[in-house]
């Protein structure tokens, strides 16, 4: 006799997931995930529980997180530097998937962590969210791809990192059949309008708005489709409602993020073979071209004030390796959301090799310096100064943002940009004093979740990043 006994049930080999959100009440099915195989694996402790279809479980939420995460990191592996590894090194990231209560998610660059908390129509769990898992992966995937991020005290460099983020929330979900045949439904093929594409983590932003107003919109985290222009973060306040801009990074990077939802809406229609009726294969198509584009963007781009001109330059640039029609179609929303100026722009396009080669070769030899400058300890509520790192990057190119008259804008200097973001982190309350406060001071934000923190080093104290939301 061969075979399994009659009656032992078959093995499951697809699962029940949530599409993109548990607010959009859309199912589909998948390959069961086994986040366990390389190249760059997942480990989720405790015990591996059965597959559920009881939404309100654990399980569920176990597999819907498995399989996001499993299908993300499948779509960014081709640009993942060899060896294939996470930013510390090895090749499994830990995934805690309730950590404790608290309407947040992050990756701490040992782990993506998750978290709950109450909403209006009961406990939000942040793993619940392909979206927001699949915007934290998109954290560590860009920490895998160039570390150097993660220690930049620039405000639109940690704005990036958030642009990444909702990118990779966006780029994963049309990784799913099911959601790519949807949306072209929904949009009429039109990608760049408010839709569940463009509607970034509902359930866990209309939990947020409920208690933090200002920190997500009244029906997702951020909408992809709101229109921003560039202005200098500088001249923001540091918190706002989301009907304006502030210099937060999660507020600000929707200027960036708009502008490449805009690109891949327009990348669609000139790739389409009817462009009033884009395929999904088409649409799949056109989301690896932003993927490897982004990616080739920020290896190039040197961490400078003026980050955004920077790294919108060298995504142009990359876009040219693409499809000659690209180039037009990100300069032209660069230039709308005036990251980029008339000027810039117009070097850009009459320049496009000559530019690509020095961009390579910049980002080739990695000639950078790390210096220090020295804060004040009486404006943080510090017995001594703060010492804050900084990386100068070498000299070539200035891509210039516009300013609203739209003239060239005139780049600050490293330190007094990176005296702005820090002062932002105090200001909104996102420093983890670790007890090096003077005694009664009481630092600032009703936040628990922190991003940054006080240490001791070489007898110094410096400020470094804990973590990204
Ligand atoms: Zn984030």
């Known amino acids: 006799m061969s075979g399994a006994p009659a009656n032992n049930p078959p093995a499951i080999t697809d699962i029940t997931i949530w599409e993109d959100d548990p607010v959009s009440g859309v199912f589909t099915t998948a390959a069961k995930p086994d986040i366990t195989l390389p190249p760059l694996k997942f ?32 779509f960014w592996a081709p640009v993942i530097p060899q060896p294939q590894l996470w930013q510390r090194g090895g090749d499994t990231l830990e995934v805690h998937l309730d950590r404790w209560e608290d309407l947040e998610a992050d990756y701490d660059r040992d782990a993506l962590n998750f978290y709950h908390g109450p909403s209006a129509s009961g406990t939000v769990y942040s793993c619940a969210s392909p979206d927001v898992l699949c915007h934290e992966l998109g954290h560590a995937i860009l920490d895998a791809i160039k570390p150097s991020l993660w220690t930049a005290h620039l405000q639109e460099v940690a704005s990036f990192h958030e642009t990444f983020g909702d990118m990779s929330a966006i780029l994963c979900a049309l990784q799913l059949p099911s959601f790519r045949q949807a949306i072209l439904v929904e949009t009429n093929g039109n990608l760049n309008c408010d839709s569940r594409l463009s509607r970034i983590g509902q359930q866990l932003g209309t939990a947020v708005h409920a208690l933090y107003p200002k920190d997500a919109d009244p029906n997702c985290l951020r909408n992809t489709s709101s229109f921003f222009s560039y202005c200098d973060p500088s001249s923001l306040p540091s918190s706002a409602l989301t009907t304006s801009l502030s210099s937060n990074p999660h507020s600000f990077s929707r200027i960036f993020t708009g502008a490449l939802f805009e690109a891949l809406a327009d990348m669609l229609t000139v790739c389409a073979a009817n462009p009033n009726a884009p395929t999904p294969n088409e649409l799949q198509a056109v989301s690896e071209d932003m993927r490897d584009i982004m990616a080739s963007g920020v290896t190039n781009a040197r961490q400078i004030p003026g980050y955004f001109a920077e790294v919108a330059t060298t995504i142009a640039l990359a876009s040219a390796q693409k499809n ?146």
Request: glycine share 8%; proline share 5%.
């Open 43 to 74: 480990l989720i402790p405790g015990a591996v529980p059965p597959v559920s279809n009881d939404i309100n479980s654990a399980a569920f939420r176990y597999w819907t997180a498995a399989e996001a995460l499993k299908r993300g990191v499948n």
């Open 324 to 469: 000659p029609a690209y180039p037009g179609i990100f300069l032209g929303a660069f230039v709308g959301h005036a990251i980029l100026s008339m000027e810039t722009a117009a070097t850009i396009q009459s320049s496009l090799n000559v530019l690509q080669s020095e961009f390579e070769g910049m980002a080739n030899d990695r000639r950078t310096a790390e210096s220090l400058t020295v804060l004040p300890a009486s404006r943080y509520g510090l017995a001594e100064d703060l010492s804050i790192e900084m990386i100068t990057s070498p000299l070539g190119f200035i891509a210039r943002s516009a300013r609203t008259d739209g003239k060239p804008m005139e780049h600050t200097s490293l330190p007094v940009a990176a005296e702005a973001f820090v002062d932002e982190l105090f200001i909104i309350g996102q420093v983890d004093y670790n007890g090096f406060g003077l005694k009664g001071f009481n630092s600032y934000g009703r936040r628990r979740s922190k991003t940054h923190e006080l240490v001791r080093r070489d007898g110094g104290l410096i400020l470094q990043r804990r973590l990204f939301h």
